[in-house]
């Protein structure tokens, strides 16, 4: 079946880049039937929409990361990646990566993985 | 601030039914039937409970139902369990510039 599973670097410096990956296993990125999503969660807070990506490369981000967030797709390994630079404090968040459909109609997150915590501090 | 709104805590005994409100406006809940709501215990991954207003994913209790009046969606848990304690997001698309909102989260307590 399928699953997701988040990696980075847990601490960074404010400035810095966060870069993260999150591995798809139990199907293939290029099946065609999905888009796939990264959304994080700020301790304590609600989530929040980060962006969506096709693995052709077509995607959509959320305007208040104020284009600060990539989103990228390689296929040779079945992975998505998410790098957003100059982080800041306000970027500590648990940072997870889910799967959604094809469709904006379809744009509900229905297989999530287990997240992976960033946190940003001097 | 989140895009929808919910009541921060909710709370019911055992057996009770219980109802959460998520607010939004015409560009999402409004205009859209694709409003869905995630279930979220502690330290764990959310999970889809809802999708397109009231549907169920396959494995989803049939005690959890969703419906939409106007601008506002609203998750019902019926015949309330202990399991049931948890966060709860609704989420929808949007036409505005974010096309995907959450809502700020609420936590049922079962009493």
Redesign the interface.
């Known amino acids: 079946h399928l699953q997701l599973q988040e990696s980075g670097p847990g601490l960074l410096r404010p400035s810095e880049t966060l870069s993260l990956t999150c591995t798809v296993s139990g199907d293939s990125i290029t099946s065609g039937d999905f888009y796939w ?1 990264w959304i994080r969660q700020p301790p304590g ?5 980060i962006g ?1 990506i096709y693995y052709g490369g077509s995607t ?1 981000d ?3 990361l104020k284009s600060r967030a990539t989103l990228s797709v390689d296929t040779s390994k079945n992975q998505l990646s998410l790098k957003v630079k100059s982080v800041t404090a306000a970027d500590s968040a648990v940072y ?1 990566c889910a799967r959604l459909g094809l469709e ?2 379809d ?4 297989i ?4 992976t915590l960033v946190t940003v501090s001097s | 601030q989140s895009a929808l709104t919910q009541p921060a805590s909710v709370s019911g005994s055992p057996g009770q039914s219980i109802t959460i409100s998520c607010t939004g406006t015409s560009s999402d809940i409004g205009g859209y039937i694709y409003v869905s709501w995630y279930q979220q215990y502690p330290g764990k991954a959310p999970k889809l409970i809802i999708f397109d207003v009231s549907s169920r994913p396959s494995g989803v209790s049939r005690r959890i139902s969703g419906s939409k009046s106007g601008n506002t969606a609203s998750l019902t848990i019926s015949g309330l369990q202990a399991e049931d304690e948890a966060d709860y997001y609704c989420s929808s698309y949007s036409s505005g510039t974010t096309l995907v909102v959450f809502g700020g989260g609420t936590k049922l307590t079962v009493l």
């Open positions: 999503g807070k609600g989530l929040e929409w969506n959509y959320n305007p208040s997870y904006p109609t744009w509900h997150f229905d999530w993985g287990r997240g």
